[in-house]
């Protein structure tokens, strides 16, 4: 096995897929920011959930928002549902653990606020759990998912923003979302901070 060429040719293919889905995901980018920022400015917050890599981009979102990201300005209401696990270990033992992301979407989202709800495949049934919740609750959702936008595609409402990463590897579409993130925290900045 060659590491080398196996190695430029991850690089290759990420390079490839993030310019392949920078014109199929730069509107639904710029909605989600628009969304988020109306949240922030209407005193909302945002919530945000996902399952292994995607629990690890929840978080990263959320430290992004509330410490900063590129520029010093104040923190900004977000939170990750994925970190608290007292309260995941509780609800995954108490009740199951498809209901980890929603009983704290109960609990702690309002009309107004947004949940980003992240999963590669689309599927998973903890966040799409989380989006139910949402709805019930007033919440607009930010689905960021892969492939073919699974059950969370097929359930978003009007309101909400689905970006949908082109691409069937878990890895690629992984990479993409982080790019997604990172977006999306640049453009709620210069949108709150009036940064050309």
Known sequence: MDL??????NFSE???LKLQSMDALAA????????????????????????????????????????RFEVERPGLAAMSLTTDTSTLTSIANDY????VFSKQVRALGHAGDVLL?????G?????????????????QVVALTGRNGGKMGEMLKEED????????S???????????????????????????
Not at 4 to 9: A, G, K, L, Q, Y
Not at 35 to 48: F, N, P, Y
Not at 96 to 99: A, E, G, H, V
């Open 117 to 121: 709800a992240i999963s590669t495949s």
């Open 4 to 9: 080398i060429s196996r190695i430029s040719e």
């Open 123 to 139: 599927n998973s049934p903890n966040v799409v759990a989380a989006i139910e919740a949402a709805h019930e609750c007033g919440l």
């Open 28 to 67: 639904p980018i710029a909605s989600g920011v628009q969304l988020m920022v109306r949240c922030l400015q209407q005193d909302g917050k945002i919530l945000a959930c996902g399952n292994g890599g995607s629990a690890a981009d929840a978080q990263h979102f959320s430290a992004e928002l509330l410490n």
């Open 96 to 99: 199951d653990y498809r209901q």
């Open 170 to 196: 878990t890895a690629r579409i992984q990479e993409v979302h982080l790019l997604t993130l990172h977006c999306l925290c640049d453009g709620i900045d210069c949108l709150l901070l009036g940064i050309e």
């Open 14 to 16: 990420s390079a490839h």
């Open 161 to 168: 923003v689905h970006i949908c990463v082109p691409a069937t």
